[in-house]
């Protein structure tokens, strides 16, 4: 039982749970230090440096589009086409799909949509299809890759969101867990819906004649007066206070204040729910670059026992759709099948420890499981039936592809970084906002 508290105190989203991320780095610095050399130390703290740069300016993208969504689309909008049904997961599929966001920039984008009213099967479908494509990536694809894989990379990644998300409305309901605003709702409420009943006062008239009949006895409705702090009056006052003191004078200072409380939500709320599990996740992607090199996956060929080394692979790693490309391409180059590398580019995305822990969080063990088994199943389905097309047509994929290039500048990757680490830190952060 202590140790059980103690580790429950560790898993709130506070300063125990960044303290926890922390000893893990200090445990893991030791293992290598005793364990390695100082080459191999250099080259982990070059690929988390790298990572973060790479992530970082798709992270602030999605968090700013988290953060206008929060400002500007009403809630009931989401609700009504990502809700419940099966419209509701194509839809979210249809709309993730052309984003440019990488797997950690939709995590806030994401976790905006589940607590305004998005149901779980959608807010997967929308998990998967966001990070496995985007214009972006395909643009890159079609360059580096050719334009079958530029064609079917998007058609895998829509329909694989599709699947996933039918697989999680399989789900009981009870099973699924709330959105973190229901479940505040409901244990904070001091009242929910048990307000006083009106009372009902009798009040006899006054008889002028002593062989008149008795009028009627009348009944007055005295609403109960309360200071519940979600009474209805006391809400509707507190709305249309709040709506007079907030209306600006003009609608571009209207616009302008929507936009500042929408970017504030961003930086604050939003950041602070995200930012462990996105930081344990760039630190266990840095130890894949570092210990796991490309040879390795070369040596196991292709078919389905690479498709599933591969996806075992994909689940730690963190890498974005767009800067998975030319390193597919790299492994097409060096021998492994189109099917095998498309494994890489639709798992690589769609699962990270940031994202599976964000899923966890907000939906559940049970939302989590579907999901990765819709990731899974969907890269092999995908992969051999591309394997298979390309084998009994005697396509060469090699033939259309060209040299990788640079797609951000590293500039501008380390300063997103810094300014992302800047926000995450709260006493630094109230320096600035």
Not at 90 to 95: D, F, G, N, Q, S
Not at 215 to 228: D, F, H, L, M, R
Request: charged fraction near 15%; charge should be positive; hydrophobic fraction near 50%.
């Amino acid at each position: 039982m202590k140790y059980a508290r103690y580790y429950d105190s560790l898993c709130r989203p506070k300063t125990r749970m960044l303290r926890w991320f922390w000893y893990i780095i200090t445990v893991f610095f030791i293992v290598i230090y005793l364990g390695n050399t100082v080459e191999q130390l250099t080259s982990f703290i070059k690929n988390f440096i790298d990572l973060s740069a790479e992530a970082s300016p798709w992270l602030l993208l999605g968090l700013l589009i988290a953060g206008l969504m929060k400002a500007w689309v009403p809630s009931k909008i989401l609700s009504k086409h990502l809700g419940k049904g099966k419209s509701a997961i194509v839809k979210a599929a249809l709309i993730g799909a052309p984003l440019p966001l990488c797997s950690c920039g939709v995590i806030p984008v994401a976790t905006e949509l589940r607590r305004s009213g998005a149901s779980a099967p959608a807010t997967a479908a929308f998990l998967v299809a966001t990070p496995e494509t985007g214009i972006d990536s395909v643009s890159v694809s079609y360059a580096l890759l050719g334009p079958i894989l530029a064609v079917y990379r998007p058609f895998s990644a829509i329909m694989s969101a599709i699947i996933t998300g039918l697989l999680v409305s399989g789900i009981k309901e009870e099973d699924i867990k709330l959105p973190a605003t229901d479940v505040k709702q409901s244990e904070t409420s001091c009242c929910a819906s048990k307000q006083p009943a009106p009372q009902v006062l009798p009040i006899e008239p006054t008889v002028s004649s002593c062989c008149s009949s008795p009028p009627p006895i009348k009944e007055i409705k005295i609403e109960a007066k309360t200071s519940s702090c979600c009474s209805s009056t006391t809400a509707t006052n507190t709305a249309i206070i709040s709506k007079k003191s907030f209306i600006p004078s003009s609608a571009l200072a209207y616009f302008f204040e929507k936009t500042k409380m929408g970017v504030y939500y961003a930086a604050t709320k939003l950041i602070d729910d995200i930012i462990v599990w996105l930081a344990i996740g760039l630190l266990f992607a840095a130890i894949i670059r570092t210990f796991l090199p490309p040879e390795f996956l070369l040596s196991y060929g292709s078919g389905l026992p690479a498709m599933l080394l591969m996806i075992v692979i994909s689940i730690p790693m963190y890498i974005c759709a767009t800067a998975s490309t030319p390193i597919a391409a790299g492994f097409i180059m060096a021998g492994l099948s189109p099917g095998t590398a498309l494994v890489f580019m639709m798992a690589g995305p769609a699962t990270n420890i940031s994202t599976l822990g964000v899923i966890k969080n907000e939906m559940g063990g049970a939302v989590l499981i579907r999901y990765l088994l819709g990731v899974a199943i969907s890269a092999i389905g995908f992969a051999s039936l591309l394997d298979f097309v390309l084998n009994y047509y005697a396509i060469n994929i090699s033939e259309q592809m060209q040299h990788s290039h640079e797609l951000l500048p590293y500039w501008l990757g380390l300063t997103c970084a810094s300014l992302i680490t800047l926000l995450a830190i709260k006493p630094l952060r109230k320096l600035i906002l």
